[in-house]
T-cell receptor
Framework: EAGVVQSPRYKIIEKKQPVAFWCNPI?????LYWYLQNLGQGPELLIR????????DSQLPKDRFSAERLKGVDSTLKIQPAELGDSAVYLC??????????????FGPGTRLTVL | GEDVEQSLFLSVREGDSSVINCTYT??????LYWYKQEPGAGLQLLTY?????DMKQDQRLTVLLNKKDKHLSLRIADTQTGDSAIYFC?????????FGAGTRLFVKA
């Protein structure tokens, strides 16, 4: 079974440029998460989708960040414009359902963003 | 708000046991998890414990939960060099899963 797929793995851009990350979750997983992981820190939730609905986006900086999951499968996270402080690893995860008893989340390898 | 704290580093000799500790604040936590992250990879679930349990053993891994003190630990028996990684404690509250900052485990041969 394929795991969570993310692309690109690495991205280097100049500040004020736009950038987009893509995630394909495990087949059949209806819950998708985007996390931000700063160096030396644990993942912090940016947004959670149940199917195509964003059910928790309280930590997403909506002035510059946006996300979509149009068909309830793969998802895109966008930053426009990027700032120096956005340099981090962006992790995507999926689970069968967030309300499930165990809620095991499966993580992708992440996209490492460097903003110069 | 909810918080999960861990010590940042642990160094052990190969063959010794490793004990990684974690404290959390959310008393409504239902599940507590230990994830492992190797360089350049995402997090991988190692083990978990339901909040009404106080111990769970899975091969070389033993999880102890003290719900009264909100303290969770992960013991790795016979630690190997392949166990070198960052270990994240996480707790599943009512609204979301909160991760600690991770404990970097160094295993000396």
């Amino acid at each position: 079974e394929a795991g969570v797929v993310q692309s690109p793995r690495y991205k280097i851009i100049e500040k004020k440029q736009p950038v987009a990350f893509w995630c394909n979750p495990i087949s059949g997983h209806n819950t998708l998460y985007w996390y931000l992981q700063n160096l030396g820190q644990g993942p912090e939730l940016l947004i959670r989708y149940e199917n195509e609905e964003a059910v928790d986006d309280s930590q997403l900086p909506k002035d510059r960040f946006s996300a979509e999951r149009l068909k309830g499968v793969d998802s895109t996270l966008k930053i426009q414009p990027a700032e120096l402080g956005d340099s981090a690893v962006y992790l995507c995860a999926s689970s069968f359902r967030a309300s499930g008893r165990r809620n095991e989340q499966f993580f992708g390898p992440g996209t490492r963003l460097t903003v110069l | 708000g909810e918080d999960v704290e861990q010590s940042l580093f642990l160094s052990v000799r190969e063959g010794d046991s490793s004990v990684i500790n974690c404290t959390y604040t959310d008393s409504s936590s239902t599940y507590l998890y230990w994830y492992k992250q190797e360089p350049g990879a995402g997090l991988q679930l190692l083990t978990y414990i339901f909040s009404n349990m106080d111990m769970k053993q899975d091969q070389r891994l033993t999880v102890l939960l003290n719900k009264k003190d909100k303290h969770l630990s992960l013991r790795i028996a016979d630690t190997q060099t392949g166990d070198s990684a960052i270990y994240f404690c996480a707790e599943k509250g009512l609204l979301k899963t909160i991760f600690g900052a991770g404990t970097r485990l160094f295993v000396k041969a």
